[in-house]
């Protein structure tokens, strides 16, 4: 099992930068596969980021594909997402998730991971 707890989230203005950090503890880390997903008030939860065990391959949502990073230092046993030309509508909690190695099968399916963060929240002010 992996714990883990994201950090780095707060109020910027659009057009702005975030960097998401999410640390986690456990051995096996660095053979997870690790995804960043999202929940907007009154919407479902929502994929962001992916990014395999090794440093890739890497998907992105197409909403957040060209102005979104997401890397990892397994070394550090933390994930990172850059975001940058943030909008209004990246307005929400954003959660790291953690899964064994499924070789990227179902990325983008929140219930393959079974780790996950408390979330840590990203408001985008006009």
């Known amino acids: 099992q992996v714990q883990l707890v994201e950090s780095g989230g707060g109020l910027v203005q659009a057009g702005g930068s975030l960097r998401l950090s999410c640390a986690a503890s456990g051995r096996t880390f660095s053979s997870y596969e690790m995804g960043w997903f999202r929940q907007a008030p009154g919407k479902e939860r929502a994929f962001v980021a992916y990014?395999?065990?090794?440093?890739?391959?890497?998907y992105y949502a197409d909403s957040v594909k060209g102005r979104f990073t997401i890397s990892r230092d397994n070394a550090k046993n933390t994930v990172y997402l850059q975001m940058n030309s943030l909008k209004l509508e990246d307005t929400a909690v954003y959660y790291c998730a953690g899964r064994p190695n499924y070789s990227s099968v179902g990325y983008y399916n929140g219930n393959t991971y079974n780790n996950w963060g408390q979330g840590t929240q990203v408001t985008v002010s006009s």
């Open positions: 990014i395999g065990w090794s440093g890739g391959p890497t």
